[in-house]
């Protein structure tokens, strides 16, 4: 995340925020799938709160998709393409935090595992938007309900073996 700078006036709090696309590489030797390692990421920082997450399908050998073992930033939106995998680990936990800008928290064309916890909350449509494959056998917690939690995708599969919570 960058900020732009603060005036003394204004107690040095920033007004403006500006976000850029994350955009997963993985392969960082020694971390080759550790989320929170910036070397895993093309613009060499581990994305935070007003950040969108991009994880592209479009690999060579090896493939190195990300898995998040620990806590997590905070983040405003994951977009998982057509091939790309996401692994939330048994002692992982990922926020997905809409803040009220961001139309759907998740948009899966991919696979996501949740082993561990994850939140989505604040989005202005759906939480989740599904044409890939998402599996939970930990805990997920969303703040819509009905129709407006899952956007389930007649492509898309959703299995459920956990916890789910609705805010």
Not at 123 to 147: E, H, P, V, W
Request: charged content about 20%; aromatic content about 10%; hydrophobic content about 35%.
């Amino acid at each position: 995340m960058k900020l732009m700078l603060a005036s003394l006036d204004e107690g040095g709090k920033s007004v403006k925020k500006i976000s850029v696309k994350h955009y997963w590489c993985g392969g960082a030797q020694g971390s080759e799938n550790d989320w929170v390692n910036p070397a895993n990421w093309y613009n060499r920082n581990v994305p935070g709160w007003f950040d969108e997450v991009v994880i592209s399908g479009d690999y060579y050998l090896p493939c190195h998709y990300p898995q998040i073992d620990i806590f997590a930033n905070d983040i405003a939106q994951l977009i998982i393409e057509k091939g790309g995998e996401l692994v939330i680990g048994e002692h992982g936990k990922l926020s997905i935090d809409g803040m009220g800008k961001k139309g759907i928290g998740i948009l899966n064309e991919g696979e996501v595992r949740i082993y561990g916890e994850l939140t989505i909350q604040r989005t202005t449509y759906a939480c989740i938007r599904n044409f890939g494959q998402i599996c939970n056998t930990g805990s997920l917690a969303l703040d819509k309900n009905g129709k407006r939690s899952i956007l389930q995708k007649k492509d898309g599969s959703f299995l459920n073996f956990g916890e789910l919570i609705y805010l």
